[in-house]
């Protein structure tokens, strides 16, 4: 056998088994079967001998097969009668000094014959190598007979289909077995038998009907003789025909190689190279965000700027109305967000307690949609199988993922455990002032109690006009309420900040989550698609 050709033919079905192992469970079983058999095939047929050619006579019942090879060989070896259909069992009649067994026993062929040296003599040689098969037909009543030439030529490495006269524009044989095999011309041979019984112009035009029809098929290259089996016409062309194919020695290389495209053909209706191979960076945030809201961590940052401004209206306003801000709910503390510290958080993740992230049907309705759609978006334009191997990928973590989330949430740095220092120096401010106002009106009420225990009282110095600790009293009191108003802007703006910083935290943490559960299997999906596309490609 041609060793470039072998070489060449290994490879690529080396890449069409590869590319077969990634489509298992996303290509259609039946083109996963074909292109299975194909490797499997050019692995048992390249461990036989490379010195054998096998070429089979196929054709309709009656069209002269057995007669062809006898007729070829010179021998009666095969049983050519009136009775329809006669051919039963396949015949190997073989031009070799040894008989290859092991090729036959493969081909299931037991009816094997070896012509002898004496048998054939100088002119044989040229056919040295030659396995030439005797068909049973694919047209009788007989159906086992169709089932073993099916079977038959889809092993052999060459086939010359015999037509007859009568029945050559046959659409059972056009449609059902050329037309299929418009790939492999160069491993066909078709030859019009019995042409002994038509005048010389019919058998012309038959010829010329019979190229033309071949042609509209797509085998215009094909080689097309005229032969007659009784009067030995067109015989020595025929041989000399089979002979430059068994020649080259590449007919089975040539064969399976056919086999192989087809194969990869078969599985390339899943081919679409434009995919990406990986979930973009627009899809990835796409899915983050429908996340973030389905489960309502969107709603976790807001509440850290809710409850900094409350914390804040506490530690930084005026005392004497700030309390009222201790009514109001704190959200963290509606959200489960509160309670734990950060170290305690991370340490123990699973002891975290749940949050009150949503986990009802419908956030997880929701989820499941952002889901499946970024698989829909991802897969768009691959074919049912690979899109639903992306979808189940896509979902292979949703039972788990809403307690990833909710443990991701729950073990997030939000920044809310401690306060911003300036917030302690204010309220010791404000309550120095508080103080003040007090000290100035326990002065001014000083007078009458001292009046009472006969005590002298205490002075009472003035500054325009008004009393000092008039003065003190009121000016503590608006000092306290001007600096509570000043210090609710700074609170207003912390409180912003961290909203900020909780929305990218949490961001990162579901994007963190939606990774691991997701978009890395997706991702593996994609990379085995594009693996799959690349052995394609190769194969072909
Ligand atoms: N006139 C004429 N008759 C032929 C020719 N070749 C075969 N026949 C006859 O056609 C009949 C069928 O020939 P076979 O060789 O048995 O045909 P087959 O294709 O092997 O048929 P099955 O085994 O039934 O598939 C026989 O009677 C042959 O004698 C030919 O070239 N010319
Ligand atoms: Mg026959």
Redesign the pocket.
């Known amino acids: 056998m041609n060793q470039q050709l072998t070489s060449a033919l290994a490879a690529r079905a080396a890449a069409l088994r590869e590319a077969a192992g990634y489509a298992v469970g996303r290509s259609p079983e039946v083109a996963l079967a074909q292109a299975l058999r194909a490797t499997r095939q050019v692995d048992r047929r390249l461990a036989f001998s490379g010195e054998n050619t096998v070429i089979a006579l196929a054709?309709?019942?009656?069209?002269?097969?057995?007669?062809?090879l006898n007729a070829i060989s010179g021998t009666q070896l095969?049983?050519?009668?009136?009775k329809?259909?006669?051919?039963t069992h396949p015949l190997a009649v073989v031009w070799a000094d040894n008989t290859p067994d092991d090729l036959l026993d493969w081909m299931n062929i037991p009816l094997r014959h070896r012509l002898a040296a004496v048998d054939t003599g100088a002119s044989e040689a040229a056919l040295a190598g030659l396995v030439l098969l005797?068909l049973?037909?694919y047209d009788?009543t007989e159906l086992s007979?169709r089932d073993e030439m099916n079977r038959l030529i889809g092993l052999v490495d060459a086939m010359i289909w015999?037509l007859?006269p009568q029945k050559y524009a046959d659409n059972a044989l056009h449609s059902g077995y050329l037309e299929r095999f418009r790939e492999y011309a160069d491993v066909m041979l078709v030859v019009l038998?019995?042409?002994?019984?038509l005048s010389p112009d019919d058998l012309v035009a038959a010829h010329e009907h019979l190229r033309k029809l071949l042609a509209s098929e797509g085998l215009g290259k094909v080689r097309v003789l005229n032969?007659?089996?009784?009067?030995g016409d067109g015989i020595a062309e025929l041989r000399s025909e089979i002979a430059t194919l068994v020649k080259s020695k590449r007919l089975a290389a040539a064969r399976l190689l056919h086999d192989v495209t087809a194969g990869a053909l078969a599985l390339s209706s899943d081919l679409n190279r434009e995919r990406h191979r990986k979930v973009s960076n627009e899809q990835a945030n796409r899915l983050v965000n429908a996340v973030l809201v389905a489960a309502g961590v969107d709603q976790v940052a807001n509440a850290v700027g809710q409850a900094t401004r409350i914390r804040g209206g506490l530690a930084t306003g005026w005392p004497l109305i700030s309390w009222i801000g201790k009514l109001r709910p704190d959200p963290l503390k509606r959200l489960h967000l509160e309670a734990l510290v950060p170290a305690e958080r991370s340490d123990t993740p699973e002891l975290a307690q749940r949050t009150a992230l949503q986990t009802s049907d419908v956030a997880r309705a929701q989820v499941h949609t952002a889901l499946r759609d970024t698989a829909d978006d991802v897969s768009r334009g691959l074919s049912s199988g690979w899109t639903k191997a992306i979808r189940q990928a896509s979902l292979s973590h949703e039972d788990t993922l809403i307690d990833e989330l909710d443990i991701a949430v729950a073990t997030a740095d939000l920044g809310t455990t401690n306060s911003p220092s300036w917030w302690s120096f204010v309220r010791v401010l404000q309550w120095f002032l508080i103080a003040a106002a007090l000290t100035g009106l326990l002065w001014l009420g000083s007078g009458s109690v001292l009046e009472y225990f006969k005590l002298a009282p205490l002075p009472l110095p003035q500054w325009h006009g008004v009393a000092i600790a008039t003065w003190l009293f009121g000016g503590a009191l608006v000092a306290g309420f001007l600096l509570g108003l000043l210090t609710s802007l700074g609170v207003r703006i912390s409180a912003e900040r961290r909203t900020t910083a909780a929305a990218t935290t949490l961001r990162q943490a579901v994007r963190q989550v939606a990774n691991q559960a997701v978009l890395t299997p997706v991702n593996t999906e994609l990379e085995r698609y594009a693996r799959f596309v690349a052995a394609l490609a190769r194969a072909l």
Do not use: E, W, Y
């Open positions: 054709g309709a019942t009656g069209s002269g097969k057995s007669s062809l095969a049983f050519s009668g009136v329809r259909p006669t051919t005797d049973p037909d009788s007979h015999v007859d038998n019995q042409s002994d019984r032969a007659s089996a009784l009067t």
